[in-house]
Nanobody
Framework: VQLQASGGGLVQAGGSLSLSCSAS????????MAWFRQAPGREREFVAA????????YYADSAKGRFTISRVNAKNAMYLQMNNLKPEDAADYYC??????????????????WGQGTQVTVSS
């Protein structure tokens, strides 16, 4: 089982990036999925999550109104559209999948599968 995150890069403040997460060895349609991020010297933090059917989404306050999480189960993929990026959004972004109960949807421990990080750098 492998999750693969991609799409990170360098962008100016106010710019946009789109991250993708694909899976091999795992059918994502049965799993809740999420994005977390971790900046140097900081703990991993929740960014956004989406339920298996895509009908329910969750966002960190820092992401609301700027980021959009989505998924296309037919492609076994999940996405994070990030707009109006700020320097404080700079971090390694990780995708995760799990059979996650609601109370754990914002917690890293709620997810059993993790991808490697993709680095997002935002210049001011």
């Amino acid at each position: 089982v492998q999750l693969q995150a991609s799409g990170g890069g360098l962008v100016q403040a106010g710019g946009s990036l789109s991250l993708s997460c694909s899976a091999s060895g795992l059918t994502l349609s049965g799993y809740s999925m999420a994005w977390f991020r971790q900046a140097p010297g900081r703990e991993r933090e929740f960014v956004a999550a989406i339920r298996p059917n895509g009908g329910t989404t969750y966002y960190a306050d820092s992401a609301k109104g700027r980021f959009t999480i989505s998924r296309v189960n037919a492609k076994n993929a999940m996405y994070l559209q990030m707009n109006n990026l700020k320097p404080e959004d700079a971090a390694d972004y990780y995708c995760a999948a799990g059979r996650t109960i609601t109370s754990e949807i914002r917690r890293a421990r709620g997810y059993g599968y993790w991808g490697q990080g993709t680095q997002v750098t935002v210049s001011s």
